[in-house]
């Protein structure tokens, strides 16, 4: 039951960064691909370079809740990941990861959002 509050947290963690992130884009505020990188930083222990560079697998154990991948995990990732803009250094790269998450989320089975399958599409491939 602790584990499972904890990935929650995180998940609404993600979210309400992703809010945070998408009222500042919104906005026009220049200060948005700051907050992002703040909290990628926050979610994933990565600044965006670092993340950048990640391999595919590596990636998806950002999603992993001791061990075994979170879809919900992996989506509220992948939605701060694709946020990322040009430019942005590592712009597509950080793109690019997004769509492995939402694949390898699909592809678990997990609960994905309607539309998982135009935000892949909309993404680079990798």
Do not use: N
Not at 91 to 111: F, I, Q
Request: hydrophobic letters at 50%; charged letters at 25%; aromatic letters at 4%.
């Amino acid at each position: 039951m602790i584990q499972r509050d904890f990935l929650l947290r995180q998940i609404q963690q993600a979210i309400q960064m992703l809010a945070q992130v998408l009222l500042q884009k919104r906005d026009g505020t220049p200060e948005a691909q700051a907050t992002l990188a703040d909290a990628l930083r926050q979610l994933a222990g990565a600044d965006p370079a670092g993340l950048a560079a990640l391999s595919r697998e590596a990636t998806c154990d950002l999603a992993a809740d001791e061990g075994a991948f979170s879809p919900g995990l992996a989506v509220a990732l992948a939605d701060l990941l694709r946020e990322a803009e040009d430019p942005t250094p590592h712009a597509h790269a950080l793109r690019v990861r997004a769509r492995w998450l939402y694949e390898d989320a699909l592809e678990a089975g997990g609960p994905v959002p309607y539309d998982v399958m135009d935000r892949i599409a909309a993404l680079p491939d990798g």
